[in-house]
């Protein structure tokens, strides 16, 4: 069974930086994409950064130039590193296993807190 274990997140001012690790247990990373959510209060949850088995990424447009997704397969660990942070970052971040690398089903870790002070 696939485990994803989050963490990294915290309190950090506007203009700080975040590295958050996402661990992956139960299947080998270089066979599978990871994508990163995040949800903010009263909001929905939506895909912030994603990196597939190729190692292509994707990032929606407010965090370009600011989040970096990277994978190192030899420690089965995902890595979104977070820049020049803003208030509206602010939410629990989720590492997330979309159905059809593991067979059908998702997969989502427990989430980490980000706040980002004015």
């Known amino acids: 069974q696939v485990q994803l274990v989050e963490s990294g997140g915290g309190l950090v001012q506007a203009g700080g930086s975040l590295r958050l690790s996402c661990v992956v247990h139960?299947?080998?990373?270089?066979?599978?994409?990871i994508h990163w959510h995040r949800q903010a209060p009263g909001k929905q949850r939506e895909l912030v950064a994603s990196?597939?088995?190729?190692?292509?990424?994707y990032y929606i447009d407010s965090v370009k130039g600011r989040f970096t997704i990277s994978r190192d397969n030899t420690h089965n660990t995902v890595y979104l590193q977070m820049n020049s942070l803003k208030p509206e970052d602010t939410a629990v971040y989720y590492c997330?296993?979309?159905?059809?690398?593991?067979?059908?089903?998702?997969?989502w870790g427990s989430g980490t807190q980000v706040t980002v002070s004015s």
């Open positions: 997330n296993v979309p159905g059809g690398y593991v067979g059908p089903s998702d997969y």
């Open positions: 990196i597939d088995r190729d190692d292509f990424t």
């Open positions: 139960g299947t080998w990373l270089r066979t599978i994409g």
